[in-house]
Structures are given as structure tokens and as C-alpha cells.
């Protein structure tokens, strides 16, 4: 398995160099950034997301919903760490070398990577915690599953990745987060509900003015007016 994609007619070798190629071209300090970005920056946005994610599910009004939020939201984070445990072993049966190991002409952005290439586990990461948040929060989600495939991107831009690399990490990560999510959800809904129904806790689940105002009703129960026709009706 560790000659996987070593021939230079491989699409997947081409994509490489056709990607990597923009950091030949691109300015130097453009370089720098895209790999801080790739490196720390992209998992940084991921965590800022997530506070932002964390505070809207708070607001709201059903305390259900909030509680079955934070919920899929602390799944997140965990789902990616299952995830890079899942690719330990993948990493190990696969072997594939680091592109620069085996390619010349490469523009490496960061130094010492030396463990193998296939799975990225930042792909991974990402894709995991984005998908987790898609999960709690569906238009902050899209935000991070987009987040996630930027972080792809840069992996290949960097030189430290094969596309397919990426790709088996976004797969990886979605595939985790999704399967175990059920059992997940089941363990974790009762632990956050408790924690609502406590004291200094609860607002880690439900903000302080939503819970001021009380539970919601799914509907209102009001009465039909009876119609009366006689004197004892309309004493009554």
C-alpha cells in the first residue's frame, strides 16, 4: 500500500502539483499564511464557530431544542477525537509516505511531517466537528463544513498531502460523526438535561432570559365559546 499514487501519471499526483503549484506562484507572505491558516488557523475558526453555535442554541425558546442541541454540539468535538483514534490504524495498514517523500519539485510549506500521509487528520478533524455542527446547528454548520473543505484545500496547497489524502479524511470525518451520532445523542441528551435542570449549570444550556420567561407551549388550548340559549345559559 505505500506506492499509492507514486506514479506521476496518477490524476491524483497531477492535482497535487496543479494545487501545490499556486504556492510556487504566490507571493511569499501569502505562503505563510495559508499555512497558518492550514496548520492552526482553520481549527481556530472551527472553535470560533462553535462558541458562536453554542450561544444561539441557547436562545432557544423551547427548552427541548436546546437541550437536544447542546447535546449534538458537545458530540462534536468528541466525534473528532473518535475519529483520529479510527485513523490510527487506517495509517498504519495504508503507509503511504508523504508526498515529498516520493515527488520532487514540491513547494513544502511546513517542515518535520514525518508520519504517514493517508488519512489527514486535520481533514478529518474538520470535517467531524463540521458535521457535528451541522448536526446541532444547520446554517452555522454549513459555515464549518466549509471550513472543513478549505482545510483540504490548504493540506494539498501545503505539500504535506495527496488530494486523495484529503478526500479519505473529509469521508473519515463524516462517516464517524454521523454513524455514531445516535448512540452518541442517546448518552449525552440525559447528562446536558440534568445540567439544565440545575443551578449555576443550567445557563450553559439556556440562556438566563429565555429561561426568565418561562417554557414555551407547543399551542395554545383555548376554549370554543358555548352558545346559550335560554336565561340559565346566560346566568351561567
Same mark, same amino acid.
Given at each position: 500500500m505505500a506506492g499509492l499514487a507514486s506514479d506521476g501519471s496518477n490524476p491524483d499526483v497531477g492535482l497535487l502539483y496543479d494545487i501545490n503549484g499556486l504556492a510556487k506562484d504566490a507571493p511569499p507572505w501569502f505562503d505563510r499564511v495559508m499555512e497558518f491558516v492550514g496548520e492552526y488557523g482553520i481549527m481556530l475558526?472551527?472553535?470560533?464557530?462553535?462558541? #458562536?453555535?453554542?450561544?444561539?442554541?441557547?436562545?432557544?425558546? /423551547?427548552?427541548?431544542?436546546?437541550?437536544?442541541?447542546?447535546?449534538?454540539?458537545? #458530540?462534536?468535538?468528541?466525534? $473528532?477525537?473518535?475519529?483520529?483514534?479510527?485513523?490510527?490504524?487506517?495509517?498504519?495498514?495504508?503507509?503511504?509516505?508523504?508526498?515529498?517523500?516520493?515527488?520532487?519539485?514540491?513547494?513544502?510549506?511546513?517542515?518535520?511531517?514525518?508520519?504517514?500521509?493517508?488519512?489527514?487528520?486535520?481533514?478529518?478533524? /474538520?470535517?467531524?466537528?463540521?458535521?457535528?455542527?451541522?448536526?446541532?446547528?444547520?446554517?452555522?454548520?454549513?459555515? $464549518?463544513? $466549509?471550513? $472543513?473543505?478549505?482545510?483540504?484545500?490548504?493540506?494539498?496547497?501545503?505539500?504535506?498531502?495527496?488530494?486523495?489524502?484529503v478526500i479519505g479524511g473529509l469521508a473519515l470525518g463524516t462517516a464517524v460523526t454521523l454513524l455514531f451520532a445516535p448512540l452518541a445523542h442517546a448518552l449525552l441528551t440525559p447528562v446536558v438535561s440534568a445540567i439544565a435542570r440545575s443551578g449555576a449549570g443550567a445557563r450553559l444550556v439556556r440562556s438566563r432570559r429565555v429561561a426568565a420567561r418561562g417554557p414555551v407551549p407547543e399551542a395554545l388550548d383555548i376554549p370554543e365559546p358555548r352558545l346559550g340559549s335560554g336565561e340559565n345559559d346566560l346566568a351561567a
Open positions: 475558526g472551527l472553535v470560533l464557530v462553535a462558541l #458562536w453555535c453554542w450561544w444561539s442554541i441557547r436562545r432557544r425558546a /423551547a427548552l427541548t431544542d436546546a437541550v437536544a442541541g447542546v447535546a449534538a454540539l458537545v #458530540w462534536a468535538p468528541l466525534a $473528532a477525537g473518535v475519529a483520529l483514534l479510527v485513523n490510527i490504524p487506517i495509517r498504519g495498514f495504508v503507509e503511504r509516505p508523504r508526498p515529498f517523500n516520493d515527488h520532487q519539485g514540491l513547494e513544502v510549506l511546513v517542515d518535520g511531517k514525518t508520519d504517514f500521509s493517508f488519512v489527514s487528520d486535520h481533514a478529518t478533524m /474538520a470535517m467531524a466537528i463540521g458535521v457535528g455542527l451541522f448536526v446541532a446547528h444547520r446554517r452555522l454548520g454549513l459555515v $464549518a463544513i $466549509a471550513l $472543513a473543505f478549505t482545510e483540504a484545500f490548504c493540506r494539498v496547497y501545503m505539500g504535506v498531502h495527496y488530494p486523495t489524502d
